[in-house]
Structure formats: C-alpha cells, structure tokens
Nanobody, 125 residues
Framework: QVQLVESGGGLVQAGGSLRLSCTAS????????VGWFRQAPGKEREFVAR????????YYADSVKGRFTISRDNAKSTVHLQMNSLKPEDTAVYYC??????????????????WGQGTQVTVSS
C-alpha cells in the first residue's frame, strides 16, 4: 500500500511559479516510480511528468517540457514538481501517483496503482 498527499497548489499569475510536493508513506518509497497528472474541468486526466525510483530518469509531456521539473528526495519520501512560466492552460487539479512497475515511460493513468487526493493550481491571465 502507498499513501500519497499533494501540497503546494494555489493561485498564481501567468508567468509565475509554483512548487508542488507529493509526500508518500507505506511501501518503501525508493521502490517505485512517481508520476504527476492533471485534470482540467471538462477534460480527461493527462500525463504531466514521471520520475524513476532512482531519480535519474525523468519524462515530460511536450506541453510542459522546459517549464516544469520533476525531482525526488528518497530520504524524505517526497517528489516535487517545480512549475515555472505558468500559463492559464496549466490550470487544473494536479495529482501525484505511484507506479509499482518502474519500466520506462508509462503515461497512462491506468498504469498507476495509487493516487493522491489532488491539489488545485489556478493560473490567471
């Protein structure tokens, strides 16, 4: 079992930055990959970024590449998503999720077994 709790969301102006955190408990944190997803009103949940258990391999959606950075601190069981140059289209509920199979790029939400409750990010124009 894995429990995930997101934090760090809020309201920011376009061009601003936010840093989301995902704190895990339960299963050994360094044994699984973690992904960030987001869901805007009326839209499907979409992949944002993923980090392998080691922290050395990361993947990003094209829409956030160069603006967002995912990182992890296994000693603190935490994954961060640094979001810079935010745009109104980044507005969504952001979720972190655990994938027990750390095998390359897995961007489908169906492949992630455990989810946090989400944190709202709102970017005003």
């Amino acid at each position: 079992q894995v429990q995930l709790v997101e934090s760090g969301g809020g309201l920011v102006q376009a061009g601003g930055s936010l840093r989301l955190s995902c704190t895990a408990s339960g299963r050994t944190f360094s044994s699984y990959a973690v992904g960030w997803f987001r869901q805007a009103p009326g839209k499907e949940r979409e992949f944002v970024a993923r980090i392998a258990w080691s922290g050395r391999i990361t993947y990003y959606a094209d829409s956030v590449k160069g603006r967002f950075t995912i990182s992890r601190d296994n000693a603190k069981s935490t994954v961060h998503l640094q979001m810079n140059s935010l745009k109104p289209e980044d507005t969504a509920v952001y979720y972190c999720a655990a994938d027990l199979f750390d095998m390359g790029l897995r961007r489908s939400s169906n492949e992630y077994a455990y989810w946090g409750q989400g944190t709202q990010v709102t970017v005003s124009s």
